[in-house]
């Protein structure tokens, strides 16, 4: 059974970089039909897609925090990682890495579709 | 860019029919997906591409997708169905992932 566990500091300071590691075991991160990636959920909030990364490191991402985003792969430790860049308050959330599926949409499309593994998640604080 | 649109909460009795529903242009041509999410919890994949079920969630939840408007229905719901549930679409235009707003469930 796959199984992904988030990592990182709790707290991060005002303008400071905010660093997670997702650890993947039970399963390859090599595999064709998937993206591994990024969701936070702020306090009482809804749920807001970060990026994305395939195990050959192309990386997509959300086109309002790309400036300050980067996700990237190591799959031979079967981890990615995200950091976020001169974090503010708005920035405070629960993080949680994820699997996405990549196949057609009914359209035609071929893309990232549902996201069926997900973490437990971890709060991050930004807060001096 | 997309937007999906939630009602913020939902209520139903124990043994009905609970349908929540997610806005969106055109969704129909879409392929929509649906999480529930209990307090505390990661969200869990409830119902991907419209109408399947991943291995291990009930027949009793089902989804549907036309025009302007997709719905997750619960089926003789029952008190540990009380959650917030989200639908999820991808837009290829822009190559977005997009959330709706979610919606809070309550089992009376």
């Known amino acids: 059974q796959l199984q992904l566990q988030e990592s990182g500091p709790g707290l991060v300071r005002p303008s400071e970089t905010l660093s997670l590691t997702c650890s993947v075991s039970?399963?390859?991160?090599?595999?064709?039909?998937?993206?591994w990636g990024w969701i936070r959920q702020p306090p009482g909030k809804g749920l807001e897609w970060i990026g994305s990364?395939?195990?050959?490191?192309?990386?997509y991402y959300n086109q309002y925090l790309k400036s300050r985003v980067t996700i990237f792969v190591d799959t031979s430790n079967n981890h990615f990682s995200l950091k976020v860049n001169s974090v503010t308050a708005a920035d405070t959330a629960v993080y949680y890495c994820?699997?996405?599926?990549?196949?057609?949409?009914?359209?035609?499309?071929?893309?990232?579709?549902?996201?069926?593994?997900w973490g437990q998640g971890t709060l991050v604080t930004v807060s001096s | 860019s997309y937007v999906l649109t939630q009602p913020p909460s939902a209520s139903v009795a124990p043994g009905q029919t609970a349908r929540i529903t997610c806005g969106g242009n055109?969704?129909?041509?879409?392929?929509v997906h649906w999480y529930q999410q209990k307090p505390g919890q990661a969200p869990v994949l409830v119902v991907y591409?419209?109408?399947d079920r991943p291995s291990g969630i009930p027949e009793r939840f089902s989804g549907s997708n036309s025009g302007n408007t997709a719905t997750l229905t619960i089926s003789r719901v029952e008190a540990g169905d009380e959650a917030d549930y989200h639908c999820?679409?991808?837009?290829?235009?822009?190559?977005?992932?997009?959330f709706g707003g979610g919606t809070k469930l309550t089992v009376l």
């Open positions: 994820v699997r996405r599926r990549m196949a057609y949409d009914k359209s035609g499309f071929y893309g990232g579709q549902n996201f069926d593994y």
């Open positions: 039970g399963g390859s991160m090599t595999s064709s039909s998937h993206y």
């Open positions: 990364v395939y195990y050959t490191g192309s990386t």
């Open positions: 055109d969704i129909g041509s879409k392929s």
């Open positions: 591409d419209d109408s």
């Open positions: 999820q679409v991808w837009d290829s235009s822009s190559d977005h992932v997009i």
